[in-house]
């Protein structure tokens, strides 16, 4: 890319970042905060877990921004019987009685995890060295991921027979946890129009890789005030029983916090939120806008939250309100 300012830069980001919202919306109809958050997930270098009942179009919103991306895409569908191996490659004896690294699926610009929770613990592990380090490690040598990297994983909330609750660890891994919710009637009404008919949308890439990369390393060079700084940090701190900061919903509600990640993808999320809406520095606002697909995985809720019906959100919620 041509050398830019840092503000001609956002500004080049904000006009991008619409470009990619119409091109997306030939195909998907509605779901503007879940586009917006995934989009805003990989300009942020994170991945998102995109949590939602069968039939909302969540494999196809995945493959539709892959489209537009212009970039390598693979699907892994989980499974019960899915080995390590099935996802990071393995090693086979080659025509010379040597041994060859076969990549696996992993080894792509955008990995869909689909249905992640339907396979044991071991196979889910298999990721967490990739979503973390951007490395594959087999048979004692390490290999790099391509470059931007992200999983997007999706998960059926309803369905719990035959499934693996995603470990705390794994949960962590994800930036985002993005609640994909039913369309409204208009959506639906022209969802079915689109789908029913014979109709056949072609996309073009709106940004290349190199491209993705220059706006993820402007992102990290957003300055963010103090202010915002502290705000984030307070509010996660709100959420740990044995902080100064604890509100008083946490003692009643919560049996666990969220972590120092979750005040890092909060200045992350907001600087990119700022960014892609072309502000050149984030505000308090721009961090609770991110605020609760960043939180609503990495707090847990007892039993006396489920029983009186306080959702996740709500909790979030009354946390930012205080």
Wanted: a negative charge.
């Amino acid at each position: 890319m041509q050398e830019l300012s840092d503000k001609e830069g956002i500004d080049l980001l904000a006009k991008k970042y619409q470009a990619l919202q119409t091109e997306i919306h030939k195909v998907i109809v509605g779901q503007d905060d879940v586009v917006n958050q995934v989009i805003m997930s990989i300009f942020s270098r994170g991945h998102s877990l995109l949590v939602g009942v069968p039939g909302l179009a969540k494999t196809l919103l995945i493959q539709t921004i892959s489209d537009s991306l212009g970039l390598s895409f693979k699907r892994i569908q989980f499974t019960p019987d899915l080995m390590p191996s099935d996802i990071v490659g393995s090693e086979i004896l080659d025509e010379s009685r040597n041994f060859k690294f076969i990549k696996g699926p992993i080894f792509a610009n955008i990995v869909l995890a689909d249905e992640i929770n339907r396979t044991p613990p071991k196979t889910q592990a298999a990721l967490l060295e990739a979503m973390q380090e951007k490395t594959v490690t087999a048979a004692g040598t390490k290999y790099e991921m391509q470059k931007p990297f992200f999983v997007l994983a999706t998960q059926n909330p309803i369905e719990q027979e035959g499934t693996y609750p995603l470990p705390e660890a794994q949960l962590d891994r994800f930036m985002f946890n993005i609640w994909v919710d039913y369309p409204t009637y208009d959506e639906e009404i022209a969802i079915v129009k689109s789908t029913t008919a014979d109709t056949n949308t072609s996309l073009q890439p709106v940004l290349s890789a190199e491209e993705i990369m220059y706006f993820q390393n402007l992102v990290r060079r957003v300055p963010v005030p103090e202010s915002v700084y502290e705000y984030a940090v307070k509010l996660v701190a709100k959420t740990r029983k044995n902080s100064p900061f604890v509100h008083p919903l946490t003692e009643q509600y919560l049996d666990w916090g969220a972590g120092p990640r979750a005040s890092q993808y909060l200045i992350i999320g907001a600087k990119c939120h700022a960014a892609v809406h072309g502000k050149y520095s984030p505000d308090i606002e721009d961090v609770k806008a991110v605020a609760y697909a960043i939180l609503r995985h990495r707090i847990v809720r007892n039993y006396k939250a489920e029983a009186e019906g306080y959702t996740m959100d709500r909790i979030i919620d009354e946390l930012m309100a205080s």
